[in-house]
């Protein structure tokens, strides 16, 4: 049966997967709310009251030269309304290029690493290694990006070698690139960690009886392996996406200035001049965005898979 395609046999674990046979089971006890109670509280207190209340502040009047808005300034669209000119919509389209390209390389690099680490690496060496990038991804974010720039940045040992190939280390897209690699130093290690509890679910024998069928290896990867890895892969980069777009000192740092993130320009807002509304529009809008990135891309994979 060289010529079945494996990818049958996705469908077939689709077709196969669990299902509960008693809803009774299923259903929350009584007791359930009062279980939820506590975390629903600090939830409350600690998320939804701090952002109503960014949100209320979003639409108050600014005076210039005044520190916030009054408690009894008038409410205007004049703080959204600015965030329409074509400067403001720069910083925002920079911050979700960068964001999501980094993001994304983070998956390429992380998949790998995770499938190595889960088939591959000797099991002794696996709590070695798997300690190794929790230690990366608790590393300071200052620590790791002033790193980067005293080795790759403008006055870094390898400037002369970046000159001789005809690379500015003032130049723009150099310091995107570099802004990326800051965020890939954080985005790699959680990505893998994240991909190896999923790595791990997925069957090998499924992967076994697709090169069995005569399928090569990669289109056995294409066909089992990466679909049945879907949901941790968005899961991934998911959690990816949200750190690079509030991403704050790697920006600053090595952004020098020339490459700035909405949580830059936020941050510009409230404590440099003290506009306070306009940094809340500017916080609620990035919010929201997020949001409904992470909505349509949850949406869309959960389709695909019920499919």
């Keep these: 049966m060289p010529g079945l395609d494996p990818g049958i046999w996705l469908h077939w674990v689709r077709d196969c997967r669990v299902k509960p046979g008693n809803d009774a089971l299923m259903k929350p006890g009584r007791g359930t709310p009062l279980l939820l109670l506590p975390a629903g509280a600090v939830f409350l207190g600690f998320f939804f009251l701090p952002m109503a209340g960014l949100f209320i502040e979003s639409f108050r009047l600014y005076v210039p030269g005044s520190i916030g808005s009054a408690a009894d300034a008038p409410f205007t669209l004049a703080n959204y309304a600015e ?17 999501l390209l980094a993001s994304l390389a983070g998956l390429v690099f ?34 790791r990006t002033y790193a980067l720039e005293l080795t790759f940045g403008a006055v870094g040992p390898l400037r002369p070698l970046l000159l001789a190939i005809g690379i500015s280390p003032n130049g723009r897209g150099y310091i995107e690139i570099l802004v990326g690699a800051g965020l ?27 090169q069995a069928l005569g ?21 991934s980069f998911l959690f990816a996406f949200t750190f690079s777009i509030s991403a704050f000192v790697i920006p600053m740092i090595l952004g020098k200035g020339r ?3 909405i949580s830059n320009l936020i941050y510009n807002r409230f404590s440099e001049i003290a506009d306070y509304p306009s940094g809340a529009a500017i ?23 019920k499919t």
């Design 110 to 143: 992380a998949f790998p690493l995770a499938y190595w680490i889960t088939r591959s690496l000797a099991a002794r060496w696996q709590p070695v290694v798997v300690g190794l990038f929790v230690t990366l991804m608790f590393l300071s974010v200052l620590v």
């Design 215 to 235: 399928a090569a290896r990669w289109k056995a990867h294409l066909s089992i392996t990466l679909p049945l890895s879907m949901r941790g892969l968005l899961a």
């Design 83 to 99: 965030l329409l000119t074509p400067s403001f919509a720069g910083f925002f389209f920079e911050t979700l290029r960068i964001s």
């Design 283 to 305: 916080s609620m809008v990035l919010f929201f965005v997020a949001l409904a990135i992470v909505y349509v891309m949850s949406r869309q994979v959960a389709r695909r898979w």
């Design 184 to 210: 890939l130093h954080y985005i790699v290690p959680m990505a893998t960690l994240t991909l190896l509890g999923t790595i791990q679910n997925v069957d090998p024998r499924l992967f076994d009886a697709a």
């Design 259 to 261: 490459v700035l993130f």
